[in-house]
């Protein structure tokens, strides 16, 4: 875990010097998106954390996004990696559209609680949760997709976005599919 840390990290740094040369050149870069690098915070239902997105040079308006995020309900995290293909909203000036897929590895500690019906006594809403406690750590792995709109503040060096995130899981021998939405807000330059 501490090498996917790691390397993630200098993967982030290796876009953010790459992304301060490009401008210092004065290209034209991000493809229209306002940006070339972005570094910010995501705050999601599932996942929550560190979010780098960084435009391709070119103007197809294609971004790498990697995500580093914390997973509290299983107590775990996980690192994304995303390719998107950004689309400028016509009327709007600054607003951008995106879509994309990319793939997760993290790892979980067990632990899971399930109902038990014995327990109910009859009322109706009322059940009881019975823990099994493992502090053994799990390997997880998926797929993700990715839907979006984000806003380049004109004047501002930010960008806020929402975005749908639907991600196919492997856990522990289980398979899940699972809806996650967030709010990000990234510095850019």
């Known amino acids: ?27 034209s870069s ?25 435009f391709l040079s070119g103007k197809n308006n294609v971004a790498f996004e990697g995500l580093l995020t914390r997973e509290y309900a299983a107590r775990g995290g996980r690192l994304t990696l ?17 879509y994309g897929a ?5 790892s979980y500690r067990g632990r899971y609680y399930f109902t038990d019906e ?3 006594r009859g009322k109706k809403y009322d059940y009881y949760y019975i823990y ?16 979006g709109l ?3 503040m004109e004047d501002l060096p930010f960008v806020i976005g929402v975005d749908y995130k639907p991600f196919f899981e492997v856990f522990d021998g289980y398979t899940g599919f699972y809806n996650d939405a967030a709010v990000n807000l990234r510095f850019v330059f």
């Open 1 to 27: 875990m501490k090498r996917l840390v790691l390397i993630s990290l200098f993967l982030g740094l290796l876009g953010c010097v790459e992304g301060a040369y490009a401008q210092s050149k004065k290209k």
């Open 30 to 54: 991000g493809g229209g998106a306002g940006y070339t690098t972005g570094i910010g915070l995501r705050g999601g239902g599932w996942s929550s954390g560190l979010s780098v997105k960084h």
């Open 82 to 98: 995303m390719l998107e293909k950004h689309l400028p909203v016509y009327d709007f000036k600054g607003l951008q559209f995106y």
């Open 102 to 106: 990319g793939a997760h590895v993290g």
């Open 118 to 120: 014995r327990f109910r």
């Open 132 to 147: 099994r406690n493992d502090d053994t750590n799990y390997l997880v792995g998926g797929a993700d997709l990715i839907l």
């Open 150 to 152: 984000e806003y380049k």
